[in-house]
C-alpha cells in the first residue's frame, strides 16, 4: 500500500500562485510515476501534470504548460506541483496518484494505483 498526502491547496486571487506538495509513504520502492489531477465541480476528472520518478522526465496538459511545475524530492519522498500565473479556470479539487510498476500512459487516470484525498483550489476573479 501507498499512502498519498496533499497539502498547500487553498483560496488565491487570479494572477496568484500555490504550491501543492503530495507527501508518500508505505510501499513507494516500485512507485514509478506521480501525477497530479483534479476535478471541478460538474466536470470529469482531468490530468494536468505527471514526472517519472527515476529520470525526472515530465508531461503536462495543454491548459497549464508554461504556468504549472511538477517536481519531485526524492529524499522527502514528495511531489510537488507549482502554480503560477493562476486562473478562476484552475478551480478544481487537485488530487496526487501514485503509478507502480514502470511508467506508461501518464495522463490516464487509470494507469495510476494510488490516490491522495485531494485539496481545494479556488482562485477568485
Known amino acids: 500500500q501507498v499512502q498519498l498526502v496533499e497539502s498547500g491547496g487553498g483560496l488565491v486571487q487570479a494572477g496568484g500562485s500555490l504550491r501543492l506538495s503530495c507527501a508518500a509513504s508505505g510501499r513507494t520502492a516500485s512507485r514509478s510515476a506521480m501525477g497530479w489531477f483534479r476535478q471541478a465541480p460538474g466536470k470529469e476528472r482531468e490530468f494536468v501534470a505527471a514526472i517519472v520518478w527515476s529520470d525526472g522526465s515530465t508531461l503536462y496538459a495543454d491548459s497549464v504548460k508554461g504556468r504549472f511545475t511538477i517536481s519531485r524530492d526524492n529524499a522527502k519522498n514528495t511531489v510537488y506541483l507549482q502554480m503560477l500565473s493562476l486562473k478562476p479556470e484552475d478551480t478544481a479539487v487537485y488530487y496526487c496518484?501514485?503509478?507502480?510498476?514502470?511508467?506508461?500512459?501518464?495522463?490516464?487516470?487509470?494507469?495510476?494505483?494510488?490516490w491522495g484525498q485531494g485539496t481545494q483550489v479556488t482562485v477568485s476573479s
Open positions: 496518484a501514485a503509478q507502480m510498476g514502470r511508467p506508461r500512459g501518464l495522463g490516464w487516470s487509470n494507469e495510476y494505483a494510488y
